[in-house]
């Protein structure tokens, strides 16, 4: 049987002023789709043997609508250099999430949450070392940084139903109500907490070289993004967020006899772990899930057929 089937109008508008030579300002407005997967909108129910956490579908899942607004300012200033700052905002309609239930710890299941705002400013740039010496011309970096602010109204999101036992009344329990009646001495509430799986601020930086005449591309890069919930906690049942990662990765390549190409990767050099703990009030935190991914190198061998 179909589960989801629907048309929807997606507007997107794009406007470029040319202030000078290689310096524009851009504003631009869209509106986009967020489809549940196949896994989320089902009756699914995976169990994962080695965290013992149970994943079940929600066949009611709805797709996430998001109007999106952003304005940016961009400089170009020598070939492959730019600096640019941008800010936006975006407005989410049933956002899915994934949340944990009240009587059963180790399940989780995606749902939609109300309404969000996301909003948040990028600063990125890029520039070679030329200005040193002509002989670190092929030598560049590039960095990007975002900095966000998420919000989602905890009023909105219904996780039980009330006494009459039937969603969609008016004594139904939002997330809101479940929190509050289970705040800790001292503890306030907001009724706005940060949304599902944004971090408030993300960095990518970059160091490449590059030699058209030896054939030869490099580049060493580093991410991290700042800790992210990544399962809410519903009553008593604490929250879960993802901790900051630092993925530090290293790719040369080299042509050689023409048409072939050699590769060397480097992943997780840092050798961090994923890891996720259960958050809560003045409480020490506790581990949820670990993960580490080791480091992975690879080599490869390619032709190239023009």
Do not use: C
């Not at 901790?243 to 048409?259: E, I, V, Y």
């Not at 072939?260 to 949820?288: G, H, P």
């Amino acid at each position: 049987e179909k589960v989801l089937e629907a048309n929807d109008f997606l507007p997107a508008l794009n406007l470029v002023y040319n202030l000078r030579k290689n310096m524009n300002v851009r504003a631009s407005y869209s509106r986009t789709l967020a489809r549940p997967s196949f896994k989320e909108k089902s009756f699914v129910s995976i169990l994962d043997p080695l965290s013992n956490i149970r994943f079940i579908g929600n066949i009611d899942l709805k797709r996430t609508s998001i109007n999106n607004v952003d304005a940016r300012w961009e400089s170009f200033f020598g070939q492959g250099e730019m600096i640019s700052v941008s800010g936006f905002y975006k407005h989410f309609t049933n956002p899915i999430e994934i949340a944990g239930f009240l009587l059963e710890p180790n399940d989780i299941t995606p749902r939609n949450a109300g309404t969000a705002e996301v909003m948040g400013m990028e600063f990125e740039t890029r520039k070679d070392f030329g200005f040193l010496s002509t002989s670190f011309k092929n030598l560049s970096i590039g960095t990007n940084i975002t900095l966000v602010q998420s919000k989602i109204d905890m009023k909105e999101i219904v996780v039980a139903a009330g006494s009459d036992a039937t969603f969609g009344t008016a004594d139904d329990v939002t997330e809101y109500a479940s929190r509050l009646d289970n705040l800790r001495q001292g503890e306030t509430l907001s009724q706005f907490r940060p949304m599902f799986g944004q971090s408030p601020y993300i960095i990518n930086l970059n160091l490449s070289y590059n030699s058209d005449s030896l054939g030869l591309e490099t580049r060493l890069s580093y991410n991290i993004q700042g800790k992210r919930l990544a399962v809410v906690g519903v009553g008593v049942r604490p929250d879960v967020y993802d901790q900051p990662f630092h993925s530090l990765n290293f790719k040369a390549s080299k042509k050689f006899a023409q048409r072939w190409k050699a590769s060397f990767t480097v992943q997780n050099i840092m050798n961090d772990r994923r890891e996720s703990f259960f958050e809560s009030y003045q409480a020490a935190s506790q581990l949820f899930e670990s993960y580490n991914p080791g480091r992975q190198f690879s080599l490869g061998v390619s032709f190239l057929i023009d």
